[in-house]
């Protein structure tokens, strides 16, 4: 059974560039959210996305945006780059189902370093 | 408004329990999580607690709540090597999904 999954490890970027990073949820899950962790801090949420729409943002700029498709697996777009976007971006998923919704598992995440 | 806080460090020798404590702001949380993160991974979920239970226990960890001082800890038997990582508390928004975090308690042990 597979875990949650984030491509790529690693990224590059330079200021001003946009960048897409992927994850697919943990088999049987449904909702993705994605978290934001700068170096020495906590996970700070970014949104959440279930049944391919936008169900919760945090405080976030509009530079920030993502999408899910229908296999669930999602993508987080970030345009407009800022030094300050440095940082692990953590994709977690959960089921909807009413048993189960406290339930969220992380991915190993993805580095992002902006130059 | 909604804040989780936690100590930053922790030292214990191998062998030894340890408590790791947080305290929370949001009074209508339904879950509140202990995760673990070791360097350069992600998250790994160690247990939760639901937010009607005083205690839970699950092999070596003990979760204690403590609901009228928003006050929530971590117990770790027997601790090992193993353990030296940094753990996050977090409270489950009761508004929907979103989880806020603490800052990470770094946990150091000591053989």
């Known amino acids: 059974d597979a875990g949650v999954t984030q491509s790529p490890t690693h990224l590059i970027k330079t200021r001003g560039q946009q960048v897409t990073l992927r994850c697919s949820p943990k088999?049987?899950?449904?909702?993705v959210s994605w978290y934001q962790q700068a170096l020495g801090q906590g996970p700070q949420f970014i949104f959440q996305?279930?049944?391919?729409?936008?169900?919760q943002r945090g405080n976030f700029p509009d530079r920030f945006s993502g999408h899910q498709f229908p296999n669930y697996s999602s993508e987080l777009n970030v345009n407009a780059l800022l030094l300050g976007d440095s940082a692990l971006y953590l994709c977690?998923?959960?089921?909807?189902?009413?048993?189960?919704?406290?339930?969220?598992?992380f991915g190993p995440g993805t580095r992002l370093t902006v130059t | 408004g909604e804040d989780v806080e936690q100590s930053l460090f922790l030292s214990v020798r191998e062998g030894d329990s340890s408590v790791i404590n947080c305290t929370y702001t949001?009074?209508?949380?339904?879950?509140l999580y202990w995760y673990k993160q070791e360097p350069g991974a992600g998250l790994q979920l160690l247990t939760y607690i639901f937010s009607n239970m005083d205690m839970k226990q699950d092999q070596r960890l003990t979760v204690l709540l403590n609901k009228k001082d928003k006050h929530l800890s971590l117990r770790i038997a027997d601790t090992q090597t193993g353990d030296s990582a940094i753990y996050f508390c977090a409270e489950k928004d009761n508004q929907g999904g979103k989880l806020i975090f603490g800052q990470g308690t770094e946990l150091s042990v000591k053989p």
């Open positions: 088999s049987g899950h449904d909702t």
């Open positions: 949001d009074s209508s949380s339904t879950y």
């Open positions: 996305y279930y049944e391919e729409e936008e169900r």
């Open positions: 977690a998923s959960s089921t909807s189902h009413r048993d189960a919704t406290y339930e969220q598992y």
